[in-house]
């Protein structure tokens, strides 16, 4: 992989029950810092997967946020904690998802000097108040820094 200035590049997979699909896989991903969910510098990892069909477009994104600086270990996932996961779904009336548990597993943590990302989520459950999606399996791997788009802070 090789990713120039502002670009990443790189892919993000899982299995998703319930979900817009049961694979999620893309190479639309984006790694960039953020301050949301929350006004602390986090780092944010998105896929973003389009599937094909009559407009308007469908689009499902799953995102993993974590604090600036965290490092290579295992985390808990948690809906207002530190280390959180999103999925996004939908075209004209959108729905997201937060995660109320799971884990993070962060193999390589980016920094601004080497933002290079690798790792799992296991087992994540995400709700919103009316339906749950579930993550299993959820693989990814980004190279290079995104330059910050608000458009990719929803999920």
């Known amino acids: 992989m090789t990713a120039s200035k502002n670009q990443t590049t790189g892919e993000f997979s899982a ?3 319930g979900g817009e699909s049961p694979a999620f896989y893309t190479t639309d ?6 301050t949301r969910p929350v006004p602390v510098p986090y780092w944010q990892a998105i896929g973003i997967q389009t599937f094909p069909g009559p ?6 994104a799953v ?3 974590f604090p600036e600086g965290t490092t290579s270990n295992t985390y808990t996932l948690t809906e207002n904690g530190d280390y959180r996961a999103s999925y996004y779904r939908g ?3 959108p729905k997201t998802y937060w995660a109320t ?3 993070l597993v962060l193999k390589v943590a980016p920094t601004k000097e080497d933002p290079r990302l690798e790792g799992n989520v296991f087992s994540v459950k995400l709700q919103n108040s009316e339906e749950t999606v ?3 399996n959820g693989q990814f791997v980004m190279e290079g820094l995104s330059a910050y788009e608000p ?4 999920p």
């Open 15 to 17: 299995d998703t029950s």
């Open 29 to 34: 991903v984006k790694l960039a810092i953020s």
């Open 55 to 60: 407009l308007p477009q469908r689009q499902a």
């Open 63 to 65: 995102s993993v946020y």
């Open 91 to 93: 075209s004209s009336d």
């Open 101 to 103: 548990s799971g884990t």
């Open 134 to 136: 579930e993550i299993k």
């Open 151 to 154: 458009a990719f802070d929803k």
